[in-house]
Nanobody, 128 residues
């Protein structure tokens, strides 16, 4: 079965950097767009970033939420079936559980319901 496993979360100070990883198995990784979402306590799950699948006219294209644009960078290594997000200049507002997700299609990319598979999440806690 499909498994997405996040890692790399932790406690960070404001201004620190952190890299999260998402290891995928049970699917043809290169055929899926991959994304990061996050959910803070008491809030809805929100889109963070997405990287398109390795084919078609959107090959490798990336998308970011306004709140992380310029600070976060998403990437993927298809040879390792792994996606990453490099998070720089972290803020207390970045505190959340971060989830990776996989989608076969390019529709409503900012909505959680558009994703087929999800990981269990990894906690990122930022302090000032």
């Amino acid at each position: 079965q499909v498994q997405l496993v996040e890692s790399g979360g932790g406690l960070v100070q404001a201004g620190d950097s952190l890299r999260l990883s998402c290891a995928a198995s049970g699917l043809t990784f290169s055929n899926y767009a991959m994304a990061w979402f996050r959910q803070a306590p008491g809030k809805e799950r929100e889109f963070v970033a997405r990287i398109e699948w390795s084919g078609g006219n959107t090959y490798g294209r990336t998308f970011y939420a306004d709140s992380v644009q310029g600070r976060f960078s998403i990437s993927r290594d298809n040879a390792k079936n792994t996606m990453y997000v490099q998070m720089n200049s972290l803020k207390p507002d970045d505190t959340a559980v971060y989830y990776c997700a996989a989608s076969r299609y390019h529709t409503n990319i900012y909505l959680p319901g558009s994703y087929d598979y999800w990981g269990q999440g990894t906690q990122v806690t930022g302090s000032s």
